[in-house]
């Protein structure tokens, strides 16, 4: 059974950082493209960057230059580093395979509130 554990969220002033991490099991996660995804308060769910299995990243426009993604394969864990937040990066983060929809499961996320 699959369960993804993400944590490292919170409250954090403009211009400040975040490291998220998610930990992956139950699932053949060396060899599945993994990203972290992001909901903000009645948006609907959006791809914020993946990486593949040997460490190829994709990043959407806005978020370039201000975070990376990562993983550590032995330890199942996928990471997104956030510097220069932003008040527009408040919503909250989700980790799950790339792609995935609402039909997949989906862990509790962790929370991102940037704000002064």
């Known amino acids: 059974q699959v369960q993804l554990v993400e944590s490292g969220g919170g409250l954090v002033q403009p211009g400040g950082s975040l490291r998220l991490s998610c930990v992956v099991s139950?699932?053949?996660?060396?060899?599945?493209?993994m990203g972290w995804y992001r909901q903000a308060p009645g948006k609907q769910r959006e791809l914020v960057a993946r990486?593949?299995?040997?460490?190829?990243?994709y990043y959407t426009d806005s978020v370039k230059g201000r975070f990376t993604i990562s993983r550590d394969n032995a330890k199942n864990t996928v990471y997104l580093r956030m510097n220069s937040l932003k008040p527009e990066d408040t919503a909250d983060y989700y980790c799950?395979?790339?792609?995935?929809?609402?039909?997949?499961?989906w862990g509790l996320g962790t929370q991102v509130t940037v704000s002064s």
């Open positions: 799950n395979k790339f792609p995935a929809g609402l039909g997949d499961y």
């Open positions: 139950g699932r053949a996660f060396n060899r599945d493209t």
């Open positions: 990486i593949t299995y040997s460490g190829y990243t």
